[in-house]
């Protein structure tokens, strides 16, 4: 099997710290979802993680995850799960999940 290619939402992830996270529940009835704001120097990106799962945070968090990935998996065909957040270095404080979409909060408010 050819391996996930990387996400279009962002370009090296791995590069950006997790300045701030959060998680809906959903329990109003909308659909759950993350909301994480990533940061690089000065540039701030805010994505936004529909329908997450088996979200993991590993110990060592919130200390920067130095591997982190975002993974298009649409190719697998895992029902309505198309997105794989990881670690390929298997970091301290490393957040993991599958999610069925991901957009970019700020591209969403500017249209």
């Given at each position: 099997?050819?391996?996930?290619?990387?996400?279009?939402?962002?370009?090296?992830?791995?590069?950006?710290?997790?300045?701030?996270?959060?998680?809906?529940?959903?329990?109003?009835g909308?659909?759950?979802?993350?909301?994480?704001?990533?940061?690089?120097?000065?540039?701030?990106?805010?994505?936004?993680?529909?329908?997450?799962?088996q979200?993991?945070?590993?110990?060592?968090?919130?200390?920067?995850?130095?591997?982190?990935?975002?993974?298009?998996?649409?190719?697998?065909?895992?029902?309505?799960?198309?997105?794989?957040?990881g670690?390929?270095?298997?970091?301290?404080?490393?957040?993991?999940?599958?999610?069925?979409?991901?957009?970019?909060?700020?591209?969403?408010?500017?249209?």
């Open positions: 099997m050819d391996p996930d290619p990387p996400h279009p939402i962002i370009d090296r992830p791995h590069e950006f710290s997790i300045a701030d996270l959060r998680y809906h529940v959903g329990l109003d909308t659909e759950p979802f993350i909301d994480m704001m990533l940061q690089r120097g000065s540039d701030l990106r805010r994505l936004r993680f529909f329908s997450p799962r979200l993991v945070i590993d110990d060592g968090f919130p200390v920067p995850t130095s591997g982190m990935e975002i993974l298009d998996v649409s190719k697998r065909q895992l029902g309505d799960l198309r997105v794989r957040v670690d390929f270095e298997a970091s301290h404080g490393a957040i993991t999940f599958w999610a069925r979409d991901v957009v970019d909060l700020d591209t969403l408010e500017a249209s």
